[in-house]
């Protein structure tokens, strides 16, 4: 039964992973912080009419229906449900920039399962789980770190099958993201560095080393109240590029 009230709305939002992308996934730590900024929202009404699907927004081209149609289905199929009992509108409003490193594909998964939840065919305590699942085909292989970044509201270390740690900052650096122009699929750049570790595995490893450390450092630089923190910060932002 769809027993969310109408019109009802749910929001996520975008994320950048400072230190230890890539990484995560062997077991390193990573530092994600959400961008509360950058939101995609759903806005649902339900009718007896077929569900349907509008787009609005600063980044909401036509074919983000189709997208988020397949997730609906996928989700579908992850909790045995007929998708054609679906019923409504939904109002998609997107201002998530996509492919440049934001968390849209996550921010999308979060959402679509928090609109199960709230359909009462999700338990609250399994989004995240529903969320990483429908996150894996954009990844290949998802560490999680994504959609915990769409559920979390403050900065936090991930690490995979591990709770999340909050990061308590001692202080409040002025840090900036720059675009620089490129745009790339996930899957790819998972699939890149895939091909390093078989083709050169010494020096993925000694990359993964390098991340690791460089994510150690800015750990130790947000948390510290030494003088030194800045200039350690910025090493390990440079270290961790």
Not at 167 to 196: I, R
Request: a negative charge; one cysteine or more.
């Amino acid at each position: 039964m769809q027993s969310c009230q109408t019109p009802h709305t749910i929001t996520t939002h975008a994320k950048t992973i400072l230190s230890g992308e890539h990484t995560v996934l062997r077991g390193g730590l990573a530092v994600v912080v959400p961008l509360p900024h950058q939101t995609l929202s759903l806005q649902f009404v339900a009718d007896d009419i077929p569900l349907s699907i509008t787009c609005q927004g600063t980044h909401a081209p036509p074919a983000l229906a189709v997208f988020f149609r397949g997730l609906i289905d996928a989700c579908c199929d992850h909790l045995a449900i007929n998708p054609n009992t679906l019923h409504g509108q939904i109002i998609l409003h997107n201002t998530i920039a996509m492919g440049i490193g934001f968390g849209f594909s996550a921010a999308a998964c979060v959402l679509v399962s928090k609109w199960f939840e709230a359909l009462g065919h999700l338990p609250a305590e399994d989004v995240f789980a529903c969320a990483h699942k429908l996150e894996h085909p954009f990844h290949s292989q998802s560490s999680g770190c994504d959609v915990m970044g769409a559920l979390q509201e403050t900065p936090f270390i991930y690490q995979m099958d591990a709770p999340v740690q909050p990061l308590t900052l001692t202080w409040q650096p002025h840090l900036y993201l720059s675009h620089c122009g490129e745009h790339a699929a996930t899957h790819t750049c998972v699939e890149q560095v895939q091909h390093l570790q078989s083709q050169d595995p010494q020096k993925a490893t000694a990359l993964d080393q390098r991340m690791q450390q460089a994510t150690d450092d800015m750990v130790t630089a947000l948390q510290t109240t030494q003088p030194s923190r800045r200039d350690t910060l910025q090493h390990a932002i440079t270290c961790a590029a």
